[in-house]
Nanobody, 115 residues
Framework: VQLQASGGGSVQAGGSLRLSCVPS????????IGWYRQAPGKGRELVAS???????YYAESVKGRFTIAGDNAKNSVDLQMNNLIPEDTAVYYC??????????WGQGTQVTVSS
């Protein structure tokens, strides 16, 4: 499956951004969709994910600030990021699990938060 990610940008601390991930097939056919991020000099970190059954996962560092949700009308999974802090600066990647071992990646989108 191909994934189209959009919505990155630059904001000041305290601001908000919304990332959108649109897969080339119905989101209902995927086991889960999530967002990873990679900051300069750091490894890739799972930020949030949404399973087919509606279960969500959030990294501890974003709980209470980020929300992942599906939009059936747009066939997308969006990541609403509020109260952004400089530590959220990273390249964000959308990914989709078709099975436990079949994972697809979208292109990265840059999020920059200035203090």
């Amino acid at each position: 499956v191909q994934l189209q990610a959009s919505g990155g940008g630059s904001v000041q601390a305290g601001g908000s951004l919304r990332l959108s991930c649109v897969p080339s097939k119905s989101t209902s056919s995927l086991n889960a969709i999530g967002w990873y991020r990679q900051a300069p000099g750091k490894g890739r970190e799972l930020v949030a994910s949404l399973s087919l059954g509606g279960s969500t996962y959030y990294a501890e560092s974003v709980k209470g600030r980020f929300t992942i949700a599906g939009d059936n009308a747009k066939n997308s999974v969006d990541l609403q990021m509020n109260n952004l802090i400089p530590e959220d600066t990273a390249v964000y990647y959308c990914c989709a699990w078709q099975s436990a071992t079949q994972i697809s990646w979208g292109q990265g989108t840059q999020v920059t938060v200035s203090s």
